[in-house]
């Protein structure tokens, strides 16, 4: 009889159903996998050596480029870090501000998340119809921000600028005629906010469509039921967090279990799976988002009714108004020590984490008292989670790593730093 | 929160007694430091201790200490010791709370430190990437490679010696036809210097 042996595949690094730049070096027999190892480090930057020969305000740039398919919420941990070491409190309408973005962010994640998976799986048509909300979403931190993806809008302190009173609209050209144009400008007339209701109006439709798509898709199921069972045990030695670890039944969320800024003050529910699959994980990121939805409302209502700052005051860390800057010598020499020197944090070290779409996110930041941080660390979430695969993997066929990477919700920004 | 957190000191200093080399509660955070002989121990029984249960390791971070409170120095033998520091947060499920844990490798030429993967499985990619990153080893570790940095990296790119713009660079040779690696070409420059203000500065 022939002797049968095992053999190794090299998944990636240019495999599409990687999510970027994943090396998966596969040890089959015949199509079960024995063993998955992952080399990372292809989109290795060096963020946090980079980070150490910046100042804190030029170091927060970087965090948007982490795991650039959330945005907004990759900031959030750092600013947090910062404010805690220097003591400074965000006046309330940043806070709000900064949750709802948190949220619109998170929703982002998510039909990222699960329009790419269903196409890794199969289901081509998903990713058209999530990245059509995408669009809608990529409008309004463009609105808010200047910036389609990486918008650099939260600062320590607060947030960059309030929220615009008019939307950017569209305009007639040689590919858009008239009634086209209209149509694309009817949520757009009001300001901001108006368009974010308008969207929130419309998105619970968009989700329920999704679950028409997917929820009890027969193909969906017999891809995703059973593939990449993590019980809650494994759940937390392996370090889990978010979706992950509400899928394997453990209710841990950050924004409910230690809550930073108003998320104790919001109204919402924190969904948990039972078998600890990839079906049960894609199920809680569906009602993420539908949760989401709920808490990004009320900080509308919110923000409707109560105008004020957004950053704090505090002039050795945040910039003054250019007004002011302007007609003031006070204000011009903080300004120049501001954008030349930077600002000087307390000796002292933090640790801040924010529940990020993808798991818990936190930054570790230890500061001598110099302008430039002396060690950043980044937990990330997804390189937690794909040091799991090896025991993900184990066991099953080769077509269902690629559920187990679409089910991690991996982003190699996030992974490499 | 800070009546719990008081109450975890407690706990600590009841469990670990001289084992405890420093135990600080500042900002809502605390933080324990032990020794590089006791802590695979202590950090079993941070784990397994009903009254501490610290079921999950979020994060383990190499740390670098020689140019800490530094701007001038050059010669980085004259500089802290012991240098480097593996630095965990550990979260609780059960009781909601986290704490750090510091533990400086003894040697600097030669950093050693326990393996924690037999307690948490989560350290095995974090160990990796802080002995790729900084050169800490892990005694007790099973598969210690490098991680992040490029296959057939020399050195340890997040010491504080090691330049931010690297060593070597690397370009396609259309000679050779293939990818060479040289010295690097980038002028080292930095824009914003480094400063630390003495303790009253700015207050009048």
């Known amino acids: 009889m022939a002797e049968i042996k095992n053999y190794t595949v090299n998944l990636g690094p240019q495999h599409p159903a990687a999510h970027g730049v994943l090396r998966l070096v596969l040890e089959l027999d015949g199509e079960v996998v024995v063993r998955a190892d992952p080399h990372i480090g292809l989109l290795h930057r060096g963020t946090e050596k980079l980070m150490e020969h910046r100042t804190w305000v030029q170091s927060l740039p970087y965090m948007d480029r982490l795991d650039y ?21 965000v006046p309330l309408r940043g806070q709000y501000i900064r ?31 999530t990245f059509r909300e995408r669009e809608d979403i990529f409008d309004m931190l463009e609105a808010v921000s200047g910036a389609r993806m990486h918008g650099a809008y939260y600062r320590p ?8 009173d008019s939307m950017p609209k569209y305009q007639v050209n040689k590919f858009k005629n008239e009634k086209t144009v209209k149509d694309l400008n009817k949520a757009r007339e009001g300001n901001l906010l108006d368009f974010i209701e308008d969207f929130t109006d419309r998105f619970p439709g968009y989700v329920d469509e999704y679950e028409t798509l997917l929820t009890g898709n027969r193909i969906w199921k017999q891809r995703t039921v059973g593939i990449g069972v993590v019980s809650p045990e494994r759940a937390l030695q392996l370090g889990f967090s978010g979706p992950m670890i509400r899928g394997s039944g453990i209710a841990w969320d950050l924004r409910k279990k230690q809550p930073y800024l108003v998320y104790d003050q919001l109204d919402f529910d924190i969904p948990v799976g039972y ?14 988002m539908r949760q989401s939805n709920r808490i990004i409302r009320q900080c509308i209502d ?23 800057m302007k007609a003031n010598m006070e204000e011009l020499i903080h300004h120049f020590k501001f954008f030349t020197e930077g600002i000087h944090v307390p000796p002292g070290e933090v640790y801040a984490a924010t529940e990020h779409a993808k798991g818990e996110f936190g930054v570790y930041m230890i500061s001598d008292g110099a302008n430039k941080p002396y060690r950043v660390k980044l937990r990330s979430t997804a390189f937690t989670h794909l040091s799991a695969m090896d025991e993900m993997a184990k066991g099953h066929m080769i077509a269902d790593v690629i559920t187990i990477i679409g089910t991690m919700d991996i982003v190699f920004g996030d992974v490499d730093r | 929160m800070s009546v719990k957190l008081q109450r975890l000191c407690k706990n600590l200093t ?10 600080t509660l500042v900002g809502g955070e605390v933080t324990l430091e032990v020794s590089a002989a006791d802590y695979f121990d202590v950090a079993k029984t941070l784990r397994d201790h009903p009254e501490l249960r610290f079921e999950q390791l979020m994060d383990i971070c190499g740390v670098d200490y020689v140019t800490y409170g530094r701007t001038d120095l050059v010669d980085f033998s004259a500089g802290r010791s012991p240098r480097y520091a593996a630095v965990s947060h550990l979260l609780s499920v059960t009781h909601n709370w986290r704490l750090r844990l510091r ?17 948490w499985s989560s350290a095995n990619w974090f160990e990796r990437e802080a002995f790729d990153l900084f050169g800490i080893m892990f005694e007790g570790h099973d598969d210690l490679r490098r991680i992040l940095t490029d296959y057939g990296f020399v050195g340890h790119p997040f010491r504080k010696d090691f330049p931010v713009s690297g060593y070597v660079e690397m ?19 930095e824009v914003t210097p480094r400063i630390i203000r003495e303790e009253n500065y700015g207050r009048g």
């Open chain 1, 157 to 164: 302190g607060g947030v960059y600028r309030d929220l615009p």
């Open chain 1, 302 to 324: 919110w923000l409707r009714k109560n105008p004020g700052p957004v950053m704090t005051d505090n002039l050795k860390v945040a910039p003054p108004r250019r007004a002011k």
């Open chain 2, 103 to 119: 533990v400086f490798a003894q040697d600097d030429s030669f950093p050693v430190v326990a393996s924690v993967t037999p307690i």
């Open chain 1, 69 to 89: 398919t959330s945005m907004f919420v990759n900031e959030h941990p750092f600013c947090l870090a910062v404010e805690r070491l220097l003591g400074v409190e």
């Open chain 1, 275 to 288: 078998n600890g699959d990839s079906y049960d994980r894609y199920l809680v990121r569906v009602e993420e």
């Open chain 2, 171 to 189: 370009r396609y040779d259309p000679e050779q036809k293939r990818v060479v690696y040289q010295p690097v070409t980038i002028e080292p420059r």
């Open chain 2, 14 to 23: 009841e469990i670990f007694g001289t084992r405890v080399h420093s135990l």
């Open chain 1, 99 to 129: 949750v709802m973005f948190d949220e619109i962010t998170r929703i982002l994640n998510h039909l990222l998340s699960i329009g790419t998976q269903a196409l890794d799986i199969g289901a081509m048509a998903m990713v058209l119809y």
